[in-house]
């Protein structure tokens, strides 16, 4: 059982340049996210998905973009990365809508934009 | 959003002390979950507790939804402990927020 996996592990990307970060998830859960991790500022959500199809912006979404084409997958793409865009990106999955809402994280993407 | 405050930010700890950390929340959440991230930066999950009490091993967690609070409690400490605790809540919409974290070094 894999549970979340993220790839790449860590990425050096020229500033201007799209970058795609893939996850997916092997649980089945309905729901999935994206966060930014910035040291001081604890994880911040970027984007998130309650079911395929649909997507919904977090507390950070601009210059990011996600798809949910299915369960399993959930890409976040950056269309012409910046250098704050620099952070560790962690992908997480949930099953939205259970008594037990518990999430949980894959092991994370660490980015850096020259 | 949902404010999210931790206490305190940082803490060391002598190996087999005795710790309580605090979250403290903004408004109506419909769950609370308590995360430790190790130093080789995995998230992993300790609580999922909206309400009531909850205990596994030398950890415990209780949240009070009525009055916005979590605890979690350690009871003595480890070295392996060491690393930043998260506490993370649920809006109605799903969204989770995070507090920044109490950094916890424990030595031996």
């Known amino acids: 059982i894999a549970g979340i996996t993220q790839a790449p592990t860590s990425q050096i990307l020229a500033a201007g340049r799209r970058m795609t970060l893939r996850c997916t998830q092997d649980m089945r859960h309905n729901a999935m996210y994206w966060y930014r991790q910035d040291l001081g500022l604890g994880l911040r959500l970027i984007h998130y998905s309650n079911t395929a199809g649909t997507t919904g912006k977090g507390e950070v979404p601009d210059g990011y973009s996600v798809s949910r084409a299915n369960t399993d997958d959930f890409p976040l793409t950056l269309a012409s990365a910046v250098p704050s865009q620099t952070s560790v990106y962690f992908c997480?999955?949930?099953?939205?809508?259970?008594?037990?809402?518990?999430?949980?994280f894959g092991p994370g993407t660490r980015l850096t934009v020259l | 959003g949902i404010q999210v405050e931790q206490s305190p930010p940082d803490l060391i700890l002598q190996e087999g002390a005795n710790s309580t950390l605090r979250c403290n929340f903004s408004?109506?959440?419909?769950?609370l979950q308590w995360f430790h991230q190790n130093p080789w930066g995995q998230l992993i999950n300790l609580f999922y507790?909206?309400?009531g009490t909850k205990q596994n091993g030398r950890l415990s967690a209780t949240t009070v939804a009525t009055e916005r609070y979590s605890l979690l409690y350690i009871s003595s400490s480890q070295t392996t402990d060491s690393g930043v605790y998260f506490c993370?809540?649920?809006?109605?919409?799903?969204?989770?927020?995070f507090g920044t974290g109490t950094s916890l070094t424990v030595i031996p």
């Open positions: 507790i909206p309400s």
């Open positions: 408004d109506s959440v419909n769950n």
């Open positions: 997480a999955s949930s099953e939205q809508g259970s008594p037990n809402n518990e999430q949980f």
């Open positions: 993370a809540v649920v809006n109605t919409g799903n969204q989770f927020y």
